[in-house]
């Protein structure tokens, strides 16, 4: 399985309808679900929470906990499920996640994490990677990080998504936390210096081509959340200068097939929100793009939206491809 770019497991962000629609631009890059807790995989409604369009594949589930037998059952439920990975998250600082015990606060207990990785790889076949910071609070030494990796790799696991940021688990919120410690790509750099037989995917801040591909020289992947997030036509980009992929839809293109996809969904209750507000970001940078963003605040946030508005929105997206090529 290619890891080179992967779009990043966002909370709130990259559920199922999210992943189609990025799918429609991109046929290469990895896909990773919203951080799903054990305990809701394996009590909640797993067909709500895990359920994905075959179309969305190649697909991981990111899966937060520190109990090894709930880990290892929720490893076997995403192999039933037919996801290609289940990825751990030992990277989030949310207290909300602290208080569960999962997150960044587990790279405190290596021995423990582990433990975790190795009840996951026995009970499934499908990869079993994990995704984890540099450091943590006053700790950002690189001894600490890489004798970190090497319990997990003892453990079984071959794959590593490294967000080059620390996590400040007391003082900064979640999204402060995205910003406010300072990249070091250094450090992850040399991961992989020191380990060339492990996967190191490196993550945080990523937002040109140009930087992937100065990335992919010292690591094996790259993973992107936030600018993908923004502005989800990079990933056409991304198609074309890093895969050299020559053929890619035009916006007016993704908002057709879209509109296949959102006929369906709502036809089995789906709201149309809950599609369109991930295409905010579809005219980022683009002559329109305030009236298009202006035009989803106003119309498809309302709890009432229907199919017909969806068709409306989906003229202005189309009218907007086309006032766009002309001005080119």
Not at 185 to 200: A, C, R
Not at 300 to 328: G, P
């Amino acid at each position: 399985m290619k890891r080179t770019v992967s779009v990043a497991p966002m909370m709130d962000c990259t559920d199922r309808h999210d992943r189609y629609f990025l799918r429609l631009m991109s046929k290469n890059s990895m896909l990773y679900s919203e951080m799903v807790a054990t305990k809701s995989a394996i009590h909640g409604d797993r067909k709500k929470i895990l359920s994905f369009s075959p179309e969305e594949k190649p697909i991981a589930l990111q899966v937060g906990g520190s109990d090894k037998n709930e880990l290892s059952e929720v490893a076997k439920i995403a192999e039933d499920f037919g996801y290609d990975e289940i990825n751990i998250n030992l990277g989030c600082p949310s207290k909300k996640v602290q208080k569960n015990k999962f997150g960044a606060c587990l790279m405190k207990e290596p021995d423990l994490v582990s433990e975790c990785i190795n009840s996951m790889i026995n009970s499934c076949k499908i990869p079993v990677t994990a995704k984890t910071r540099i450091g943590f609070d006053d700790v950002e030494d690189f001894d600490y990080l890489n004798n970190f990796l090497l319990k997990m790799k003892d453990a079984g696991c071959k794959t590593f998504i490294i967000h080059a940021r620390k996590a400040m688990l007391k003082g900064l919120s979640p999204k402060q936390n995205l910003n406010i410690p300072k990249l070091n790509y250094e450090m992850v750099y040399k991961t992989k210096k020191e380990n060339p037989d492990l996967e190191i995917i490196i993550n945080g801040g990523i937002s040109s081509t140009q930087e992937i591909k100065k990335h992919l020289e010292k690591c094996n992947g790259v993973m992107i959340g936030r600018a993908i997030y923004q502005n989800p036509y990079f990933l056409v980009d991304i198609e074309r200068e890093i895969f050299e992929v020559k053929n890619h839809p035009t916006r007016e293109e993704v908002a057709e097939k879209l509109l296949q996809y959102m006929e369906k969904e709502v036809r089995q209750g789906t709201k149309v929100n809950h599609i369109m507000r991930h295409t905010v970001g579809l005219y980022y940078g683009q002559i329109g793009s305030k009236k298009w963003k202006r035009y989803l605040s106003d119309n498809m946030m309302a709890r009432d939206s229907d199919f017909q508005k969806a068709k409306h929105i989906m003229t202005i997206v189309q009218n907007n491809e086309k006032a766009n090529q002309k001005n080119l």
